[in-house]
């Protein structure tokens, strides 16, 4: 069984939490040009963590076979309890589990920054169909603006953090966390070199602003709860990785005190006192197509 990065890197709560706002239906009609997937018989989502993009193309692609794969055994068992209607396996991105030209298309998500990239591509190839699409979709600097009620840090946090955050980005390069990232101009020439044709290169661009009239209140609780999650599981890793610099007490004080700042923002929200919290979320869309 391989926990590693769902119990070190992004928890299962983390990585589905953000998933599933960036894919979700709302923005179905911003993806669909750029992923170009009309006609898909049979899609791969490579690197497929929890599921949430694999359960958006099967929704976004009913007549698809779409099948999710990760080397992560704790992604898979929440995928196939989440959606257990789309198949989900084991498998590593450099050693596909499937046959040569298997497959329509193959997409990945913020996949390409942590794998080497010739057997990263050459596996896509490899289980391609000729004239089949490789989609690399990749997170690029966007822009964010945190409610100051969330931005409020007591000299406790700060302290814990000085003291053990350290140890977290150790093991982020131990783990060769970003260690293949490629920028706008690299990453589809890098395509091209591992023998992809019309490669292409989009953007789509999500704008999460709770505060907005037209963003509707399920939204916005979703974000305010995606924060909250990711910074009650960060506090959770910090504990694993650094174990002797903190204790189970200052982590549950930790929690504790983002619990309270994540209900603040909640009240404030559901008072209609508008924080203009906001953030430009711009992902990179490269697609090739296997000779």
């Not at 996949?111 to 057997?119: F, I, K, L």
């Not at 700060?158 to 990453?187: K, P």
């Not at 650094?242 to 559901?270: H, M, P, Q, T």
Request: negative net charge.
């Amino acid at each position: 069984m391989n926990t590693i990065w769902s119990s070190r890197v992004q928890t299962v709560g983390m990585l589905y939490g953000s998933r599933a706002l960036r894919f979700s239906d709302a923005f179905e009609a911003l993806y669909r040009p750029a992923l170009g997937l009309d006609g898909a018989r049979d899609i791969l989502d490579i690197g497929c963590g929890p599921g949430a993009l694999t359960q958006a193309l099967a929704r976004w692609y009913p007549a698809a076979r779409v099948r999710g794969v990760d080397r992560d055994s704790g992604f898979i068992a929440f995928a196939r309890e989440k959606a257990p209607h789309i198949h989900f396996d084991e498998g590593d991105a450099l050693a596909l589990p499937y046959e040569a030209a298997r497959f329509d298309a193959v997409i990945s998500n913020t996949v390409s920054e942590h794998v080497e990239p010739a057997g990263f591509f050459g596996e896509q190839l490899r289980v391609l169909k000729p004239g089949g699409a490789c989609l690399v979709l990749s997170a690029r600097r966007g822009l964010k603006q945190i409610a100051p009620c969330l931005r409020e840090e007591t000299p406790f946090e700060t302290a814990l953090w000085e003291r053990a955050g350290q140890r977290v980005s150790e093991a982020d390069r131990r783990l060769g966390v970003g260690a293949y990232a490629m920028d706008e101009q690299a990453l589809p020439r890098a395509m091209e070199r591992y023998g992809f044709r019309q490669v292409s290169s989009a953007h789509v661009a999500l704008n999460f602003t709770p505060d907005n009239p037209d963003c509707p209140r399920e939204t916005a609780l979703a974000i305010f709860e995606e924060g909250r999650r990711n910074d009650l599981d960060a506090a959770d890793l910090l504990l694993n990785e650094a174990g002797d610099l903190v204790s189970a007490e200052e982590i549950a004080e930790l929690k504790r005190l983002v619990n309270a700042r994540y209900d603040r923002r909640v009240a404030l929200y559901e008072a209609g006192e508008r924080q203009w919290d906001t953030a430009l979320l711009l992902t990179q869309i490269v697609r090739g197509v296997k000779p």
